[in-house]
């Protein structure tokens, strides 16, 4: 199961819309690991003024790792989260976010090429 989510926040999808701050808390809530790791770099972004920052550390254990790839792999999730921080996520292989500024056409499109990807790759990231 990808969310732990509250009964407040079930009755209130059962009957409408679900509001963005509510979402964005259960998110935080039941994925810490994606959370701290996407929260961290969009501060990181901010502060630095880059076009976008980065995460190379692999997840410290395979919970940590479904966490981000749960996180990352739902639309809504990442369309919560890039709402919430003003940013648009990319990812490579198991662990490699990436924030963005959402001006950073460039740099994001050339994050997502085939060719990104496979510079991207590592024998010890195969089975990651």
């Known amino acids: 199961m990808s969310l732990t989510v509250p009964n407040d926040l079930l009755d209130q999808a059962r009957t409408g819309e679900v509001d963005d ?5 259960c998110v935080r809530d039941s994925l810490p690991y994606a959370w701290t790791t996407i929260s961290g770099l ?4 901010d502060r630095s003024g880059a076009e976008f920052a980065d995460n190379q550390v692999p997840p410290p254990d395979e919970a940590a790792r479904g966490q981000l790839l749960r996180c990352l792999a739902s639309d809504a999730m990442r369309g919560a989260l890039e709402r919430h921080f003003g940013i ?6 198991c662990h490699r976010v990436a924030v963005f500024h959402p001006a950073a056409t460039e740099a994001y499109e050339d994050f997502v090429t085939p060719r990104a990807q496979i510079l991207n790759q590592k ?6």
């Open 123 to 128: 024998p010890e990231l195969v089975d990651c």
């Open 88 to 93: 648009r996520l990319a990812f490579q292989n």
């Open 42 to 45: 969009a501060e990181q972004r």
């Open 21 to 25: 701050a509510a979402f964005i808390a």
